[in-house]
């Protein structure tokens, strides 16, 4: 059993920094899970307190029903891969596969075995007398992963492990490192903070802030039902429309449009509210319709198959800009006037930033 568990998990740095502030997180046996957040949310110094390179200043971190708070990173039975592989220069491909296996004074022509074994599953047997120096970004990625897995690990932990390759490559990589993933059944860790590449991996994810988590999810439910304003913010290659609404006669008006409240959300009239609906769950028209929102249309960006369609709002409320995702070809032109509808059981409503 490889399940991670951390609690009441906290790092002060020397200078004072709180990285992790009192955080509780469950990752189950064989999981692929991501950390994902803000620059500076503390990422990296959770994958670094359960890798052991850092050390918890207060709260525990097990593996399995091992307690491993306290234990240098050799006793966790974990690999890290870092973002830029760190593989030793002046080595062969095979010597660096086979590196962490003469730490553990595994004999020559066994490490050799299993380096080349590595080397094959993940298609470098052509380049094991190869050096670092000597290969695409690709292959260092594929190398930096051999290296961990020659071990059989328990648990990987990987940090940011696209960063370093183009888009082309990236999209590729991250098929792979999928496949591979299901194929060894070892809990991986992975940090990013494209939300797009943890929403495409990941079976669940943590979306931290500050030091703490905001949610956990499977990618589904971060994107559909995101937990509070600042996922809901976060998630999404076009952010979730977030608008102040007030509740009037039991409906919900935005921007002085009464629409149905959400899911027969209760509600008390004269209450403040932000409502939530993410730019693909809105239909735009150009006739007006019931339960609809009126607005101007500001901008169209052309994103290939589809257009995004920014409106300012005319109602009598407060100004507020709305985006909508419209199918290539249906596109209005800025200055036009249209109105856009709400999917039913697709919009959401926060109470003070909260689900
Ligand atoms: P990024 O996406 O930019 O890598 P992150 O989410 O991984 O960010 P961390 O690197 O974990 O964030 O940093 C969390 C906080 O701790 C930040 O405020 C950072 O400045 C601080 N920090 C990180 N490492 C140290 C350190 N060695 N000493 C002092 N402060 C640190």
């Known amino acids: 059993m490889s399940a991670i568990t951390m609690r009441a998990l906290t790092k002060v740095y020397p200078n004072g920094v709180r990285a992790l502030d009192a955080l509780d997180l469950e990752i189950t046996d064989g999981e692929f899970f991501a950390l994902l957040g803000p620059s500076g949310c503390g990422k990296t110094t959770l994958l670094r307190t359960i890798a052991g390179l850092e050390l918890a200043s207060g709260g525990s971190v097990h593996i399995g029903d091992r307690a491993v708070t306290q234990l240098p990173p050799g006793k966790r039975d974990v690999a890290m891969v870092f973002q830029d592989y760190a593989l030793f220069p002046h080595m062969t491909v095979r010597e660096n596969i086979a590196y962490p296996l003469r730490i553990k004074k595994v004999d020559r022509r066994a490490r050799g075995e299993k380096?080349?074994?590595?080397?094959?599953?993940?298609?470098?047997?052509?380049?094991?007398?190869?050096?670092?120096?000597?290969?695409?970004?690709?292959?260092?990625?594929?190398?930096?992963?051999?290296?961990?897995?020659?071990?059989?690990?328990?648990?990987?932990?990987?940090?940011?492990?696209?960063?370093?390759?183009?888009?082309?490559?990236?999209?590729?990589a991250r098929t792979f490192l999928k496949r591979l993933q299901r194929e060894l059944g070892v809990t991986t860790v992975f940090v990013t903070h494209d939300q797009a590449e943890a929403l495409a991996l990941a079976d669940r994810i943590a979306v931290m802030e500050g030091g703490r988590i905001r949610q956990v999810g499977t990618p589904t439910e971060v994107f559909r039902r995101p937990a509070n304003t600042f996922v809901a913010g976060f998630i999404g290659s076009t952010p979730m429309n977030l608008v102040d609404a007030e509740v009037r006669d039991g409906r919900l008006v935005v921007a002085g449009a009464p629409l149905p409240v959400p899911d027969d959300t209760p509600v008390t009239d004269g209450e403040k509210l932000v409502y939530g609906v993410r730019p693909e769950y809105l239909d735009y028209t150009a006739e007006a319709a019931p339960d609809a929102l009126h607005g101007q249309v500001v901008v169209v960006e052309n994103l290939?198959?589809?257009?995004?369609?920014?409106?300012?709002?005319?109602?009598?409320?407060?100004?507020?800009?709305?985006?909508?995702?419209?199918?290539?070809?249906?596109?209005?032109?800025?200055?036009?006037?249209?109105?856009?509808?709400?999917?039913?059981?697709?919009?959401?409503?926060?109470?003070?930033?909260?689900?």
């Open 115 to 172: 380096a080349a074994e590595t080397a094959d599953e993940l298609g470098l047997s052509a380049l094991l007398d190869r050096r670092p120096g000597q290969l695409s970004g690709g292959q260092q990625q594929r190398v930096a992963l051999a290296r961990a897995m020659a071990c059989h690990p328990q648990v990987f932990l990987l940090d940011e492990p696209l960063s370093n390759l183009d888009a082309r490559l990236r999209l590729e």
């Open 304 to 355: 290939g198959s589809f257009s995004l369609v920014s409106l300012d709002l005319t109602g009598d409320g407060d100004a507020a800009t709305i985006q909508v995702v419209v199918p290539e070809g249906r596109e209005p032109q800025p200055g036009d006037s249209g109105w856009v509808m709400p999917r039913p059981g697709r919009s959401l409503l926060y109470r003070d930033g909260e689900l």
